[in-house]
């Protein structure tokens, strides 16, 4: 095998093809449940939210130990920017990774629309995370925060050398799950700006009903509460001596 460091195009690729992976996975598997109710015309329930969230859960951990040793599946710009604010990533990098994420997570969509077909993903919602009318802007944006600092905060963990090692992909489903329990019911848990942006836009140009105005939420939402989960876990680690988290592009290994 060749040891040698992975090349940008590597790491780009990978970021790509992991964000596509969560989309087409844990976005689709929303839109085929919706696929299916329209047919059943059974109601949404707790057991719909959990299949979701383990659909979610078991894509993160197969992706992250996929293409965790070669990009460090950020999969997530929030997570990349949190990387790059406190330290852990080169923000030279920042714009590639975040751009390959976003072209995943638009392949992704697509991929949910050409699978379930374009009339029944539309219909279906096409996997786009929105919060009712009732929740409003301010606690919309609020609870992404929430669920963003909680992922953040995890895979900042995970970073830690003191942190059990090998267990990061389960650890990281893990808490993907749990949130999207929680939260999933009033935002949708997209707790991920391309998470939430491919399906979004992919949607929209099929002319499905998208809320515009939400937009800002989701977004300023995830990348605070992101940056907030980081420091948050940077002091508390600081707090037991200097802390060891790796500095590598990585939230589960070095790339090798």
């Keep these: 095998m060749n040891d040698s460091p992975p090349s940008t195009f590597q790491k780009l690729l990978s970021e790509l093809l992991g964000t596509a992976f969560l989309v087409y996975v844990g976005a689709g598997s929303a839109a085929a449940t919706g696929v299916i109710a329209a047919g059943s015309h059974a109601p949404f329930s707790m057991a719909e939210l959990g299949m979701i969230s383990f659909a979610f859960m078991l894509v993160i951990v197969g992706t992250v130990y996929a293409v965790g040793h070669i990009s460090g599946a950020h999969i997530n710009p929030a997570v990349t920017v949190a990387l790059a604010a406190t330290g852990r990533f080169p923000w030279r990098e920042v714009p590639g990774y975040v751009a ?76 993907v799950f749990a949130i999207i329990v929680i939260v999933g019911p009033v935002t949708g848990a997209a707790i991920n700006p391309a998470r939430y942006a491919g399906p979004f836009l992919v949607d929209a140009a099929w002319g499905g009903a998208v809320s515009w105005d939400q937009l800002p939420a989701y977004f300023v939402g995830e990348f605070a509460g992101g940056l907030i989960g980081a420091l948050a876990y ?18 589960v290994g070095t790339p090798s």
């Design 100 to 175: 390959a994420q976003v072209a995943g997570a638009l392949a992704g969509a697509l991929g949910i629309f050409a699978t379930l077909g374009a009339d029944a993903a539309r219909a279906a919602g096409g996997g786009v995370t929105a919060y009712a009318p009732e929740v409003g802007f301010a606690r919309g944006t609020l609870i992404e925060a929430i669920g963003t600092f909680i992922l953040v905060f995890v895979v900042f963990g995970v970073l830690d050398r003191r942190a059990t090692p090998g267990w990061a992909p389960m650890a990281i489903g893990s808490i």
């Design 234 to 251: 940077t002091a508390l680690a600081a707090s037991r001596g200097r802390t060891k988290l790796e500095s590598t592009t990585t939230a």
